[in-house]
Nanobody
Framework: QEELVESGGGLVQPGDSLRLSCTSSARTLYALGWFRQAPGQEREFVAA????????RVGDPVKGRFTISRESNKNTVFLQMNRLQSEDTAVYYCAAGGAWLGDSMRSTFNYNYWGQGTQVTVST
């Protein structure tokens, strides 16, 4: 019965930054993640964070550029995206578990709820 509400997408130039946000009103704390999907591509893991922020994972294509964080005791998650590249162009989806399962959070199968997606376009 959860709803995830995302915001922060837009059109930016290469090298720019964006900050995405997503929140849910669910009472139970969940592991939270971000995935992205470009046209004709599979949904790709971006980042994930555990319920108490004690563990995080970041996908290789964005390592060193993107940072995931969350508000304490809330199902509110952020994705800070720096030095954006054209390859980052995609629809970005917020997702909620489930409990934290380490590296298994890289898989879409370990999330029960998904946001509607927000478009990020990196272009000159």
């Amino acid at each position: 019965q959860e709803e995830l509400v995302e915001s922060g997408g837009g059109l930016v130039q290469p090298g720019d930054s964006l900050r995405l946000s997503c929140t849910s009103s669910a009472r139970t704390l969940y592991a939270l993640g971000w995935f992205r999907q470009a046209p004709g591509q599979e949904r790709e893991f971006v980042a994930a964070i555990s319920q108490r922020s004690s563990e995080r994972r970041v996908g290789d294509p964005v390592k060193g550029r993107f940072t995931i964080s969350r508000e304490s005791n809330k199902n509110t998650v952020f994705l800070q995206m720096n030095r954006l590249q054209s390859e980052d162009t995609a629809v970005y989806y917020c997702a909620a578990g489930g409990a934290w399962l380490g590296d298994s959070m890289r898989s879409t199968f370990n999330y029960n709820y998904w946001g509607q997606g927000t478009q990020v376009t990196v272009s000159t």
